[in-house]
T-cell receptor, first 115, second 113 residues
Framework: NAGVTQTPKFRILKIGQSMTLQCAQD?????MYWYRQDPGMGLKLIYY???????DKGEVPNGYNVSRSTTEDFPLRLELAAPSQTSVYFC??????????????FGPGTRLTVL | GNSVTQMEGPVTLSEEAFLTINCTYT??????LFWYVQYPGEGLQLLLK?????DKGSNKGFEATYRKETTSFHLEKGSVQVSDSAVYFC????????????FGRGTSLIVHP
């Protein structure tokens, strides 16, 4: 199993540009999450999904959009990038049945800089 | 609401020293408690967990005991190594719903040879 994969690893955007951060998992997990981690800070939840076709906002959803058309993929879309979105973005997944209950599995992260 | 409070870092230790990282929580209900570790340049990974009061989680020489009476889940290790240098996150999850965890802010550990 590859686990949770994220692309790209690094990206520099100009203010106003848009991009999609890709996240995929091959563990057949129902739940998927997007977090951002600012320097010296903990994790803030952006969006989450409890299954294909179902998404919901987290703590800091403004400026972002998500979709979940398959169990495996959970892309995060940034529209009109702003310097405040400079951060490291982590995708995570969690099984509904089986595996270690309640444990989240994290991807390696995407480091995004908006200039 | 739910919250997790961790001691501020960085915690700087010499190799083979004893480690304690404090974690306390507030929660409505009966949470499961977790410690995650983040090595430089990587994502978080589960270090250990406990799902009910008085449970002890352990892994790689680290231990933490779920103390309901003091609402705490302190992380300990008897003898740290340079390779333990990382950021440690305490977290809680309540059963039901979407299982959204609440994370602490993280504590950086630096171990010198």
């Amino acid at each position: 199993n590859a686990g949770v994969t994220q692309t790209p690893k690094f990206r520099i955007l100009k203010i106003g540009q848009s991009m999609t951060l890709q996240c995929a998992q091959d563990m057949n997990h129902n739940y998927m999450y997007w977090y951002r981690q600012d320097p010296g800070m903990g994790l803030k939840l952006i969006y989450y999904s409890v299954g294909a076709g179902i998404t919901d906002k987290g703590e800091v959803p403004n400026g972002y959009n998500v979709s979940r058309s398959t169990t495996e993929d959970f892309p995060l879309r940034l529209e009109l990038a702003a310097p405040s979105q400079t951060s490291v973005y982590f995708c995570a997944s969690r099984p509904f049945f089986g595996g270690t209950p309640d444990t989240q599995y994290f991807g390696p992260g995407t480091r995004l800089t908006v200039l | 609401g739910n919250s997790v409070t961790q001691m501020e870092g960085p915690v700087t230790l010499s190799e083979e020293a004893f480690l304690t990282i404090n974690c306390t929580y507030t929660a409505t209900g009966y949470p499961s408690l977790f410690w995650y570790v983040q090595y430089p340049g990587e994502g978080l990974q589960l270090l250990l967990k406990a799902t009910k009061a008085d449970d002890k989680g352990s892994n790689k020489g680290f231990e933490a005991t779920y103390r309901k009476e003091t609402t705490s889940f302190h992380l300990e290790k008897g003898s740290v190594q340079v390779s333990d240098s990382a950021v440690y996150f305490c977290a809680l999850t309540l059963s039901g719903g979407s299982y959204i965890p609440t994370f602490g802010r993280g504590t950086s550990l630096i171990v010198h040879p």
